[in-house]
Antibody
Framework: EVQLVQSGAEAKKPGESLKISCQGS????????IAWVRQMPGKGLEWMGI????????RYSPSFRGQVTISADKSINTAYLQWSSLKASDTAMYFC?????????????WGQGTLVTVSS | QSVLTQPPSASGTPGQRVTISCSGS????????VNWYQQLPGTAPKLLIY???QRPSGVPDRFSGSKSGTSASLAISGLQSEDEAEYYC??????????FGGGTKLTVL
C-alpha cells in the first residue's frame, strides 16, 4: 500500500527555522516525484515545488523560489521542506503528494498534512 | 486570484446532477491535461479525475470530467450528502509550475 506519512504539527516563532518531513512507503520512492503543496487557512491549494528523490532534481514554483528549500534523503525514503527564517505568513497546512510526472498536475497519493503555525 | 477560474460555490439536492467549471487559457488548460481533486473538510485532497476524463480506481462513475478548448468541467450525477466538499481543478502552467483553480465549495442541500 502506497503511503506518505508527514511529520507532526509545529508551532514556531517568527525568525525560527523549520524542517518538516514526508516519508514514503509501499512503492519505489526514488522513481517518483514528490511535490509540496501549501494551503493557507481557509484558502486554496498552491504548488510549491517538486523533487525527484532518485537524483534530487528539484524545481520550484516562481512564487516559492528562494523562500523554501526542498530536499530528500533517498536512504530513508524521506522528502523535506524547510525554512531558514519563518514568517507569520508561513502559517498554513503543508501537504506532500506523489506527482505522477514532472510536467503534470496529477497527484495520486497525498500525505496527511503538517500544520505549521508561526506566531510570536 | 488564480489563473484558473472556478465558481466559488455550487449546490444541489440529493440525486441531482451538478457541474463545476474551470476556465483557463491557451497556455494552461489549452495546452495541458486537467485533473480534479476533492477535499473533504479537514482532510488531504484526493485525486478524482486525471487526464481530463479518467477516473482512478475506486472513484465512483458518478464523477466525470471533460475538457474543451481552454475550459474543463467536473460533473457529479446522483448527488449524495457525502459529496459535500471543496473541489479543485489543476493543470500545468506556462511558468513551469502546477496551477490550481481557486476551488468550488459544493453544498448538498
Amino acid at each position: 500500500e502506497v503511503q506518505l506519512v508527514q511529520s507532526g504539527a509545529e508551532a514556531k516563532k517568527p525568525g525560527e527555522s523549520l524542517k518538516i518531513s514526508c516519508q514514503g512507503s509501499g512503492y519505489s520512492f526514488t522513481s517518483h516525484w514528490i511535490a509540496w503543496v501549501r494551503q493557507m487557512p481557509g484558502k486554496g491549494l498552491e504548488w510549491m515545488g517538486i523533487i525527484y528523490p532518485g537524483d534530487s532534481d528539484t524545481r520550484y514554483s516562481p512564487s516559492f523560489r528562494g523562500q523554501v528549500t526542498i530536499s530528500a534523503d533517498k536512504s530513508i525514503n524521506t522528502a523535506y521542506l524547510q525554512w531558514s527564517s519563518l514568517k507569520a505568513s508561513d502559517t498554513a497546512m503543508y501537504f506532500c503528494a506523489r506527482q505522477t510526472s514532472m510536467i503534470d498536475s496529477s497527484f495520486d497519493y497525498w500525505g496527511q498534512g503538517t500544520l505549521v503555525t508561526v506566531s510570536s | 486570484q488564480s489563473v484558473l477560474t472556478q465558481p466559488p460555490s455550487a449546490s444541489g439536492t440529493p440525486g441531482q446532477r451538478v457541474t463545476i467549471s474551470c476556465s483557463g487559457s491557451s497556455s494552461n488548460i489549452g495546452s495541458n491535461t486537467v485533473n480534479w481533486y476533492q477535499q473533504l473538510p479537514g482532510t488531504a485532497p484526493k485525486l478524482l479525475i486525471y487526464s481530463n476524463d479518467q477516473r482512478p480506481s475506486g472513484v465512483p462513475d458518478r464523477f466525470s470530467g471533460s475538457k474543451s478548448g481552454t475550459s474543463a468541467s467536473l460533473a457529479i450525477s446522483g448527488l449524495q450528502s457525502e459529496d459535500e466538499a471543496e473541489y479543485y481543478c489543476a493543470t500545468w502552467g506556462d511558468s513551469l509550475n502546477v496551477i490550481f483553480g481557486g476551488g468550488t465549495k459544493l453544498t448538498v442541500l
